[in-house]
């Protein structure tokens, strides 16, 4: 299996809660992205989305989306943060260069973060895929069961 992939990203808008509705409308925002950047996975349905527990992630509304547009999608399992990629890798490589500095503007920060998105590479992000196989399969293999995890990064 390879990773030739779309990474999405949206700041969420100052005061804006992140709930069904909102996320709704970023799910459309990544439906049309991948609709523009790989139209033979779009038509095909030859991608996964990769969400976690978060109330907005399922909620009925979401869901209904999901299957209104043909998203084929993975939920995490409750109580298995190391099947995220933001925590095991993506927070990490945002957090070399933001840990210990201070900012006065949200706008640093996010221009800070850009940066940092921007500089991870392709090969970095098949890195992680094939981290976040690994530990999808650790998971199985322990049938849900508590596993002490190893970070590997």
């Known amino acids: 299996m390879t990773f030739d992939g ?14 069904k509705e909102f996320y709704k409308t970023v799910l ?6 991948v609709r523009r950047h790989h139209p033979e996975k779009w038509r095909s349905g030859n991608w996964i989305l990769h969400h976690d527990i978060a109330p907005a992630h399922r909620a009925v509304t979401t869901n209904k989306f999901l299957a209104k547009h043909n998203i084929p999608s993975l939920p995490q399992p409750p109580y298995s943060p190391d099947l995220a990629p933001y925590d095991f890798f993506l927070f990490p490589q945002l957090k070399k260069t933001m840990k210990g500095r201070r ?3 949200v706008e640093d920060i996010q221009a800070n973060a ?3 998105l921007r500089g991870i590479t392709k090969s970095d992000y098949q890195r992680c895929f094939h981290q976040w196989q690994e530990h999808g399969n650790k998971c199985i293999r322990a049938q849900g069961h508590y596993f002490e995890g190893d970070k590997t990064n």
Do not use: S
């Open 103 to 105: 900012f006065d503007y």
């Open 6 to 19: 779309l990474v999405h990203h949206e700041f969420v808008p100052t005061g804006q809660m992140v709930n």
């Open 28 to 33: 459309q925002r990544l439906h049309d992205a």
């Open 114 to 116: 850009m940066r940092q």
